[in-house]
């Protein structure tokens, strides 16, 4: 079946730091893949998504490409900040993309110092 | 315009008891769809609603039930208890049939099992 991979955390970065989340998925067809993230206290809030092959997602600083020759959504950031703390969350939609239904990866938190 | 309202949002039970959690989607919606997420793991898909129906259902025992009101709110059901249920319970709301990303979390409810 669809799973999802991601690095386990935590990464501690200081600010202004390069940030690389690694995140692989198994599926059939072609899924869509989305990045969460998870304040503390709050709900998941998607961060950046991708439908198709190639595709690049991108907000707030964050983008992933979507590499479907190696199964990949890593998560990447030039220059973290204290207020990028959280966890984020690596996820897949089936092939039909509006099923509702979210598979994700166990989350990988994120530590930013100053 | 109020987001996914969920309730409550702490509570503690025993073993072998029963415990209904709600959720109240952002406004316009008519699906939702409950997900477990358990210390440190990534939410797991537990079934969806709309027109109060269950239309997908992820990989959970029948002690997990649910309901859609006519005003779209939903009830989760979680029978006879387990240690392992302890978790928090995510309510995500979106319109049928949209594409997956289109769906909106509620801060969810922290379940602990004694």
């Known amino acids: 079946g669809n799973s999802v991979t991601q690095m386990e955390g935590p990464v501690t970065l200081s600010e202004e730091a390069f940030l690389t989340i690694n995140c692989t998925y198994t599926?059939?067809?072609?899924?869509?893949l989305f990045w969460y993230v998870q304040y503390p206290g709050e709900g998941l809030q998607l961060l950046l998504k991708?439908?198709?092959?190639?595709d690049k997602g991108s907000n707030k600083g964050f983008e992933a490409t979507y590499r479907k020759e190696t199964t990949s959504f890593h998560l990447e950031k030039g220059s973290v900040q204290v207020s990028d703390s959280a966890v984020y969350f690596c996820?897949?939609?089936?092939?039909?993309?509006?099923?509702?239904?979210?598979?994700f990866g166990q989350g990988t938190t994120l530590q930013v110092k100053p | 315009d109020a987001g996914v309202t969920q309730s409550p949002t702490h509570l503690i039970k025993t073993r072998g008891q029963q415990v209904t959690l709600r959720c109240s989607p952002k406004s316009g919606h008519d699906t939702v769809s409950w997900y477990q997420q358990a210390l440190g793991q990534g939410p797991q898909f537990i079934f969806q609603?709309?027109?109060?129906?269950?239309?997908q259902r992820g990989n959970f025992p029948d002690r997990f039930s649910g309901h859609q009101f006519p005003n779209y709110s939903s009830e989760l059901n979680v029978n006879a208890l387990l240690l392992g249920d302890s978790a928090l319970y995510l309510c995500?709301?979106?319109?049928?049939?949209?594409?997956?990303?289109?769906?909106?979390f509620g801060p969810g409810t922290r379940l602990t099992v004694t």
């Open positions: 991708a439908t198709k092959a190639d």
């Open positions: 995500a709301s979106s319109l049928r049939n949209r594409p997956t990303y289109e769906q909106y």
């Open positions: 609603y709309y027109e109060e129906e269950e239309r």
């Open positions: 599926a059939t067809g072609y899924p869509s």
């Open positions: 996820a897949l939609a089936g092939r039909s993309g509006n099923t509702g239904k979210l598979i």
